[in-house]
């Protein structure tokens, strides 16, 4: 308690303290806002609440991950497992998963990918005969997302005539009818899509007083991080469950709201005060976060907002480096200067990669950072952008074993029924379309009854469909009795999905095949790591969801030290001590198709708070004088956010000055760079299950360093070594220390405390344990 207490100062310990009632913590950045979210929730327990009482809501599972570790320091892993954290995506998709019955979903159900949705929305445009010039599919799906998560239902639709008028007046009169077909087939393939993990749970509770209720008094104590960024759908959640306690503690700062454009109201931090008896507010000025210099150009620049709370942000940090202003030429000089100036400031301070980010507005800027870092040998990480499970080959393999968990799910079924080729072509199944209609069935179910239905469908093709249902049926069965990665091995090879890969022969096609593999290996890390754990079962669906609900910052990261590179709206949250806000220019940063209104203006200013109070100890911004736009070379002017910064916080470096950072050879000044350090030569776009990336270098590397892992010494010549206290090394948690050991010879187990992912408790026949 005492230990608790001491890391926070007295405007922080308030809101810890208060045990109960509605409470808000309004503050700007780096003023602790999470650290007393955590702190909060270890003190509740302290107090003795139960774990299993309390539901924190987090911007990504990651951070709900590291607050977890945070906690189980202080009241014991063991404790701090059992508290539910997460996303609100994740943490309701688990419920609905058990309650999802009561509105006619199975407990296998599938979650549609935005891309799963629009290739759904596109073929219901096209069967509804529709021109798709103007029923855009990316358009009318952006629509109905935010008829979702305004909780505007079919019905509600329909009810509303403004709404109809609006669509009819945008030559759209039957988007309506788009909508509720889009809800049907999604609801008669067991799917859900993303908005309705938000919209379905609010259904869900209100409908079923008694499901809610049992919510209710399961979560007694209820926080949520970034509140700012929660939309409609996710505010009337949090309401309904608080509502028999109101036991809420919220925390957000109405400067870093930034998903407006998406949805977010920030009355919802406006009225919370209303919605609620007696809420106690709580303000932290105090930011532990960034020098003098960052926190006061961030404050000047955030008086330019007219809406806004007033708040008070100092801190007691030294002054710091200026930040610095730096203009090139080019997009490529702008990136030759942020990889130069990484390269010597980690020579000459002695740092990490980590230690570094670069953000942009848009994730089309990486291209230049990867090349210029790339050419300095400087291994980096990309956030967002195209993900590894986005990747075709992947999502088809992964639609074979969605098939085999929901054989319902039209989406995957539709992707590889004939793929690879096995001759059903378009017309079979537009016909299959049509005759699941009539007798209201899944395409799937029409398709194991294919025999015996009158359907319009020549002999041979049905023996076609015969052959692939059973080749399901026999995976399915295989899925029964076998582990997820063992069913996937197979579904690759059966399929003939490599096969088809092989034949292509193209760089392309080896590097896909080289992707299905880093799958598979992926997998079967994801199915040995369920099995050292006590407790976990490791389904095939579990794996699923997984995957489907990994936000862009939760992969798994590699040990190797990386320089960070992200858009803006990904950083929220997270601090770096050496950031380069690159692109400072206007209409890109304020966005040009954000400039029409002021409240658009003011949240491309508040992105831009976010993104300066992301350092700690120095802040780089750069712009260009032409940027390749559209492809045509442009003139581009600075962003106005440079001037708004007051000038006593800038160095504005002069051309003159930014000279010694043209291409120099880094062994002249420094001597040879140290080779083995600099590992990533190519580009790392989106991240596979465990790996960094998947290119080809990559995995030539990856294969050699398996038979050495292969020979490292193994946890059974271990046994009896290994002791309380000691610390070790797991190929997939990382670095930890062994809490306990229960059991004996074949059935010993450890409990280890991980330093990032918690507490586990491995099964030591099966766990990869090195002794540090
Ligand atoms: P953001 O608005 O960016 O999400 P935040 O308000 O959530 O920021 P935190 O991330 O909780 O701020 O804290 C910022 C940094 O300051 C963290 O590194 C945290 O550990 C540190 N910090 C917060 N409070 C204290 C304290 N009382 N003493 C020392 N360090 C602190
Ligand atoms: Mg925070």
């Excluded at 259904?203 to 007083?209: D, G, I, N, V």
């Excluded at 006061?296 to 610095?324: C, F, M, R, Y």
């Amino acid at each position: 308690m005492e230990a608790l207490l001491a890391g926070l100062n007295e405007a922080q310990r308030a809101p810890v303290l208060q045990k109960e009632g509605a409470m808000m913590v309004i503050a700007g950045a780096g003023s602790g806002k999470t650290r007393v979210l955590t702190m909060r929730i270890a003190h509740l327990m302290q107090q003795g609440v139960d774990a299993f009482n309390i539901l924190s809501l987090t911007f990504t599972n990651k951070a709900a991950r590291e607050m977890k570790t945070r906690i189980g320091t202080i009241v014991g892993n063991s404790e701090a497992k059992n508290l539910w954290m997460g996303t609100f995506h994740s943490v309701f998709a688990k419920i609905l998963r058990i309650e999802g019955h009561h509105l006619g979903f199975p407990p296998n159900f599938t979650i549609y990918d935005s891309q799963d949705s629009q290739r759904l929305i596109s073929t219901i445009i096209k069967e509804m005969g529709l021109d798709k010039d103007i029923y855009k599919y990316k358009q009318v799906h952006s629509r109905i997302s935010s008829f979702k998560n305004s909780l505007i239902t079919v019905k509600a639709y329909f009810q509303n005539p403004e709404l109809m008028e609006a669509d009819a007046m945008a030559k759209k009169p039957r988007l309506g009818e788009i909508y509720k077909e889009y809800v049907d087939r999604c609801f008669k393939a067991g799917a859900m899509d993303f908005d309705d993990l938000l919209l379905r749970t609010n259904e869900l509770l209100a409908r079923f007083p008694e499901v809610l209720a049992k919510y209710q008094k399961r979560f007694q104590y209820i926080l949520v991080d970034e509140y700012q960024d929660t939309n409609h759908s996710q505010y009337l959640i949090v309401k309904a469950l608080a509502d028999r306690y109101q036991n809420i503690c919220v925390v957000g700062d109405d400067s870093q709201s930034i998903y407006a454009f998406r949805g977010a109201n920030i009355n919802n931090i406006l009225n919370f005060q209303r919605d609620y008896d007696d809420v106690k507010v709580y303000r932290l000025e105090q930011n532990y976060r960034s020098t003098k210099n960052i926190v006061e150009a961030a404050n000047s620049v955030i008086e330019h907002n007219q809406t806004k709370l007033d708040k008070v942000v100092w801190t007691a940090n030294d002054s710091g480096p200026k930040i610095v202003v730096h203009r090139s030429l080019t997009d490529g000089e702008e990136g030759r200067y942020v990889a130069s100036n990484i390269f010597e400031t980690k020579m000459n301070q002695q740092l990490k990669h980590s230690d570094f980010a670069i953000l942009y507005r848009t994730n089309a800027q990486s291209r230049a950072m990867e090349d210029a870092l790339r050419k300095r040998e400087i291994p980096y990480r990309i956030f967002g952008g195209l993900s590894f499970y986005q990747r075709k080959e992947i999502k088809d393999v992964l639609a074979y074993l969605r098939i085999l968990v929901n054989p319902n799910d039209e989406e995957a079924l539709k992707r590889i029924i004939n793929y690879p080729a096995r001759g059903i072509g378009a017309t079979t199944l537009d016909r299959l379309t049509i005759a699941s209609k009539q007798y209201n069935r899944s395409i799937f179910e029409v398709m194991e009854n294919i025999q015996h239905l009158d359907i319009n469908i020549n002999n041979s093709t049905k023996n076609k469909l015969y052959n692939f249902v059973n080749m399901i049926h026999s995976f399915k069965i295989m899925s029964e009795n076998q582990d997820a990665f063992a069913v996937a091995e197979t579904v690759a090879r059966k399929t003939g999905l490599l096969q088809e890969l092989k034949k292509d022969g193209t760089p392309e096609g080896i590097a896909r095949i080289e992707n299905i593999e880093e799958l598979l290996n992926g997998m079967r890390d994801f199915v040995e790591g369920q099995k050292e754990i006590a407790d976990a079962t490791g389904s095939l669906t579990e794996f699923l969801e997984d995957v489907a609900l990994a936000t862009d910052m939760d992969k798994e990261v590699d040990d190797i030290d990386r320089v960070s590179l992200m858009t803006i709206h990904l950083a929220k949250g997270l601090e770096f001590p050496y950031v380069y806000i690159v692109g400072m220019e206007e209409d890109l940063f304020p966005s040009g198709m954000s400039m029409n209104t002021r409240s658009e203006l003011e949240e491309e200013r508040r992105l831009f708070y976010v993104a300066l109070t992301r350092a700690e100890k120095q802040a780089y911004l750069t712009y260009t004088e032409s940027r390749y736009r559209w492809g045509k070379l442009i003139d581009a002017e600075p962003s106005r956010f440079i001037e708004e910064i007051d000038e006593q916080y800038l160095d504005i470096q002069t051309p003159m000055d930014t000279y010694r950072y043209k291409p120099m050879i880094d062994s002249d000044i420094f001597g040879e760079p140290d080779k083995s350090k600099l590992r990533l030569k190519k580009p790392v776009s989106g991240t596979p299950p465990t790996m960094g990336k998947p290119s080809e270098e990559q995995l030539r590397k990856l294969r050699k360093l398996r038979p050495q892992a292969a020979s490292a010494p193994q946890t059974d010549e271990l046994n009896g070594k290994l002791q309380k206290g000691m610390h070790v090394e797991h190929s997939r948690f990382g670095r930890g220390q062994v809490l306990n050991l229960e059991g004996a010879g074949q059935d010993q187990k450890a409990e280890i405390q991980f330093q990032t992912g918690g507490i586990k408790k491995l099964l030591l026949r099966f766990a990869k344990l090195k002794i540090l």
